[in-house]
């Protein structure tokens, strides 16, 4: 069993930058793949970056070239490192564990999610 607790969320002006933090239980964490999502109000979870064995990445299209997924094996944990955000970037943001390598792109395919951590873009 694997526990995910996000941090880092918070109300940012358009433009401005946030780093969240997902950190994990369990001695097996750097052989999962992670994945960040986010949920915004009335719409679906959406992809938003994954990291996995060699420290490759994908990024969502909406998000490349802003965002940045990175992970620190020996203290359990990944981050999204979130720059020149914009007010469609608001959205509950939730991080996610695979234990077997799949599409890192469907949320179906990860097997353990933190609660989630509100991040708010202001125009």
């Known amino acids: 069993q694997v526990q995910l607790v996000e941090s880092g969320g918070g109300l940012v002006q358009a433009g401005g930058s946030l780093r969240l933090s997902c950190a994990a239980s369990g001695r097996t964490f750097s052989s999962y793949a992670m994945g960040w999502f986010r949920q915004a109000p009335g719409k679906e979870r959406e992809f938003v970056a994954a990291?996995?064995?060699?420290?490759?990445?994908y990024y969502a299209d909406s998000v490349k070239g802003r965002f940045t997924i990175s992970r620190d094996n020996a203290k359990n944990t990944v981050y999204l490192q979130m720059n020149s955000l914009k007010p469609e970037d608001t959205a509950v943001y939730y991080c996610?564990?695979?234990?077997?390598?799949?599409?890192?792109?469907?949320?179906?395919?990860?097997?353990?999610w933190g609660q989630g951590t509100q991040v708010t873009v202001s125009s």
């Open positions: 996610a564990a695979q234990r077997l390598m799949g599409v890192v792109t469907k949320a179906y395919t990860y097997d353990y």
């Open positions: 990291i996995w064995s060699g420290d490759r990445t």
